[in-house]
């Protein structure tokens, strides 16, 4: 990072069930072998943040084992060898299925391609319907979520890589942002920049125009075609009001919108699409 610039913090949002994929998808992995989950952190750090936090839920301990058995979701250190009792999910070899331009290669059609990975209901239990708090603009009444030791030394020992796990993820999307935004705080951020696991065509050229000269009051969306997407760009100055009025899964887009977000076009670099199911 430049001294004196703002401390840009990315975060991946990837705690959700993947009910509409057959298995979470923080456990995806790509047609090409590299993890969503790794992609995702790969393309903030290239889009040039300078930290990146994951924020995990389901099936949490599983996808912190695919994220640091990913040489590509790390920036340093050895890679340690896949735990055994890790089976790796893996989306099938779709060459024979219609290839609809996804960078990552075509999602196929029949969920049985996918591995689905048994969740552990203990590591589930409990996790639902929590919330952090609610109603207050003051950031010390939201409790910063835990931070997994564990899974950032598993990571490479990796001061910039933080894996932070949403207790309340099953809320919904508001939730996950939450507990990003409350980690991305405690990191120093003056900007934060906001995407999803589930964008395996993400350009980091995005992130970046996007990012570009951002400050802790910049508040800026990408736009695909005229239609909103992910990055999102939040500076510091939103965070309290942001976090205070973030609920359930309803992201931050009311917030958006009614603060004024700048559109950034993002159209000719495409990735803008979501993948909800294995038939996209």
Same mark, same amino acid.
């Given at each position: $990072?430049?001294?004196?610039?703002?401390?840009?913090?990315?975060?991946?949002?990837?705690?959700?069930?993947?009910?509409? $994929?057959?298995?979470?998808?923080?456990?995806?992995?790509? +047609?090409?072998?590299?993890?969503?989950?790794?992609?995702?952190?790969? $393309?903030?750090?290239?889009? !040039?943040?300078?930290?990146?936090?994951?924020?995990?839920? &389901?099936? +949490?301990?599983? @996808?912190?084992? #695919?994220?640091?058995?990913?040489?590509r979701g790390r920036a340093n250190g050895p890679i340690p060898p896949a735990p055994e009792h890790f089976p790796?999910?893996?989306?099938? /070899?779709?060459? +024979?299925?219609? /290839?609809? =331009?996804?960078?990552? =290669?075509?999602?196929?059609? /029949?969920?049985?391609?996918?591995?689905?990975?048994?969740?552990?209901?203990?590591?589930?239990?409990?996790?639902?319907?929590?919330?952090?708090? *609610?109603?207050?603009?003051d950031f010390e009444h939201f409790a910063r979520p835990r931070v997994d030791e564990t899974g950032v030394d598993?990571?490479?020992?990796?001061?910039?890589?933080?894996?932070?796990? &949403?207790?309340?993820?099953?809320?919904?999307?508001?939730?996950?942002? *939450?507990?990003?935004?409350?980690? &991305?705080? +405690?990191?120093?951020? %003056?900007?934060?920049?906001?995407?999803?696991?589930?964008?395996?065509?993400?350009?980091?050229?995005?992130?970046? *125009?996007?990012?570009?000269? @951002? %400050?802790?009051?910049?508040? *800026?969306?990408?736009?695909?075609? !005229?239609?909103?997407?992910?990055?999102?760009?939040?500076? %510091?100055?939103?965070?309290?009001?942001?976090? %205070?009025?973030?609920?359930?899964?309803?992201?931050?887009?009311?917030?958006?919108?009614?603060? =004024?977000?700048?559109?950034? /076009?993002?159209?000719? #670099?495409? !990735? =803008?699409?979501?993948?909800?199911?294995?038939e996209r």
């Amino acid at each position: $990072m430049i001294e004196g610039a703002p401390r840009t913090v990315g975060i991946l949002l990837a705690a959700g069930a993947g009910t509409r $994929m057959g298995l979470p998808k923080a456990l995806v992995v790509g +047609a090409d072998g590299e993890p969503w989950l790794a992609r995702g952190v790969r $393309m903030l750090r290239e889009g !040039g943040c300078d930290d990146v936090v994951v924020v995990l839920g &389901a099936a +949490a301990a599983r @996808a912190r084992s #695919l994220l640091a058995a990913s040489p590509r979701g790390r920036a340093n250190g050895p890679i340690p060898p896949a735990p055994e009792h890790f089976p790796r999910p893996r989306v099938a /070899d779709t060459s +024979a299925h219609r /290839d609809r =331009g996804r960078a990552n =290669g075509p999602i196929p059609a /029949d969920p049985e391609h996918f591995a689905r990975p048994r969740v552990d209901e203990t590591e589930l239990e409990g996790t639902r319907g929590r919330a952090n708090g *609610r109603g207050s603009s003051d950031f010390e009444h939201f409790a910063r979520p835990r931070v997994d030791e564990t899974g950032v030394d598993e990571t490479g020992s990796d001061e910039h890589l933080g894996v932070v796990e &949403a207790v309340d993820w099953g809320e919904g999307i508001g939730a996950s942002l *939450r507990a990003g935004l409350v980690e &991305a705080r +405690a990191r120093g951020a %003056s900007v934060a920049v906001v995407t999803l696991v589930d964008l395996p065509e993400l350009d980091a050229r995005a992130i970046a *125009r996007v990012r570009e000269g @951002a %400050s802790s009051t910049t508040l *800026r969306q990408a736009v695909y075609g !005229g239609r909103p997407g992910h990055p999102v760009v939040i500076g %510091s100055g939103h965070f309290n009001e942001l976090v %205070s009025e973030l609920r359930g899964d309803v992201g931050a887009r009311p917030y958006l919108v009614a603060h =004024g977000v700048e559109p950034v /076009d993002c159209t000719d #670099l495409g !990735g =803008g699409d979501d993948v909800d199911s294995p038939e996209r």
